[in-house]
């Protein structure tokens, strides 16, 4: 491992150093103000259009310049930059670093560095002004009722969202550096005394510990943070609403906030999580209670259908009525194609109008999905290429594909669909019943940051009524089986 790089005492070659690492003066956005401060020289470092530069002016160049000419005359050099901060400087936070990688990376977010002659430290100064989106309302997560806002791009104003919601002593924030070559900042969030400390640990290593040049986003911090990355499912549960962030951190688990992204992630999570919604817990619990089978209905519509009528199509005829087989064999007669090939085209085609509307810009996709679906469907049916049965299921089965809150998850399950359509056609119901045995038993096998995918059901733990039935609030508990992982065995 090279030795890190440390400023020296001599301010014209610090500023050697950040030039050539920089490209100066060649980079015109980086700059690097020399000036006067009392008895001694100091400079700053930026990135335009990346700082508040009224703050700087008036908080950190003005105070610094209006010095008498003999003031730090006496200061030692190494406690220069401390005197400018204690005496004329007015911005809060502020940290002392002479590790030269550790100040580049600083100043590249939007914070700017001061350096000063004889000293071999540089403060740097949180004086972020970039551009960044205002609050808006959430996209993906939509909701009849409870609050309507969501996080945006900047780590900030989403950390900021989330202590307003929780209002304890207790929420800690501790800032992570992940990637090699691009850094990206991430922001752990827990309860302290709530959220295991070894599960904090466990993120915290994995973030520090990637050896990639770059993770960006949110989707490639969780791919950091997951612990099998073969799994159809995902390991956290992604959210872009602050307040069901919040209910993350009061039932014990870790928010992982990605500068850049506006989104959440909540580890560890269960497979539960995944389906819940933000309106469960904002109604009675009677009617989160029926929403949510509702969902779990939709859900299992979703990836079992299309399997279920290959299945008793091809090998278990006897299930059917007389007059339902009658009807399905006479329309299927006319369609020149295998049953399993005209049920796989078709879920194809659904998804492709799905992600058709979903691409499509404002308004038009909607447009998109409703009037492709409805010219393909009635054109197939009458060409005689699909049977009238077989839409119908591929309907029912993408509706209830749209009952799944989360779109990660959404897409996990139409490749499970997808399998148990293959399973259907090959084996019938004997192959889905072996392959939903593999799956349960590879789900129960997965663990999100150390945690069981499938808990509190298998292994039993102690938590929450709030599985699939939502009981009464006086049921409810603060902490759920992940604070109490240990203690509870």
Not at 75 to 98: I, N, Q, W, Y
Request: glycine residues 8%; aromatic residues 6%; hydrophobic residues 45%.
């Amino acid at each position: 491992m090279e030795d890190a790089v440390v400023l020296l005492g001599v301010l014209s070659r610090n500023l050697d150093i950040f030039r050539s690492r920089f490209g100066a003066p060649a980079n015109a956005d980086i700059l690097i103000r020399r000036f006067q401060s009392g008895a001694f020289e100091s400079a700053i470092i930026a990135v335009d259009g990346m700082v508040n530069m009224q703050m700087i002016n008036e908080n950190i160049l003005k105070p610094c310049m209006d010095l008498p000419e003999d003031a730090g005359e006496n200061v030692p050099g190494e406690r220069r930059a401390a005197f400018l901060m204690g005496h004329t400087v007015s911005v809060l936070p502020m940290k002392m670093k002479d590790n030269v990688d550790e100040i580049i990376a600083d100043v590249l977010g939007g914070q700017c560095a001061l350096l000063s002659e004889g000293c071999a430290t540089a403060c740097v100064m949180d004086v972020r002004g970039f551009e960044k989106r205002t609050i808006g309302r959430p996209e993906a997560e939509q909701v009849v009722l409870g609050p309507h806002e969501s996080f945006n791009e900047s780590i900030r104003t989403n950390i900021t969202l989330l202590r307003r919601i929780v209002q304890r002593e207790e929420l800690i924030t501790q800032f992570v550096t992940a990637g090699g070559k691009m850094k990206t900042r991430c922001a752990l969030m827990y309860l302290r005394g709530t959220a295991d400390e070894s599960m904090v640990d466990k993120i915290r290593a994995r973030l520090e510990s990637c050896t990639y040049d770059f993770a960006l986003t949110t989707g490639e911090v969780e791919q950091l943070i997951e612990e099998h990355p073969f799994s159809l499912l995902p390991q956290c549960v992604r959210t872009e609403r602050p307040d069901r962030a919040a209910s993350f951190l009061a039932e014990g688990q870790v928010v992982v906030l990605t500068d850049g992204s506006p989104a959440a992630l909540g580890a560890p999570a269960t497979i539960y999580h995944q389906l819940h919604t933000p309106d469960d817990a904002s109604m009675r619990w009677q009617y989160g209670t029926f929403l949510r089978i509702v969902r779990a209905i939709g859900v299992l519509i979703h990836v079992f259908l299309p399997g279920l009528y290959l299945a008793v199509l091809r090998f278990h005829q006897e299930l059917l009525s007389p007059m339902l087989l009658t009807s399905v064999y006479e329309s299927s007669s006319r369609v020149p194609v295998p049953t399993f090939l005209e049920a796989l085209l078709m879920t194809l085609a659904f998804d492709l109008i799905n992600e058709a509307g979903l691409r499509a810009p404002g308004a038009m996709g909607n447009a998109l999905g409703i009037v492709s679906g409805l010219i393909l469907g009635q054109s197939a049916v009458s060409a005689d290429i699909v049977s009238p049965l077989l839409l119908i299921v591929v309907a029912a089965s993408g509706l209830g594909g749209f009952c799944v809150p989360g779109y990660a998850l959404s897409v996990g399950l139409k490749i499970v669909q997808l399998l148990f359509l293959v399973a259907g056609a090959m084996g019938g119901l004997y192959a889905m019943v072996l392959l939903l045995g593999v799956l349960l038993c590879a789900l129960c096998a997965t663990n999100s940051a150390g945690s069981p995918l499938t808990a509190p059901l298998t292994p039993p733990r102690r938590g929450n009524p709030d599985i699939l039935l939502r009981m009464p609030m006086k049921y409810q508990k603060a902490r759920t089986f992940f604070a109490k992982r240990k203690a509870d065995g």
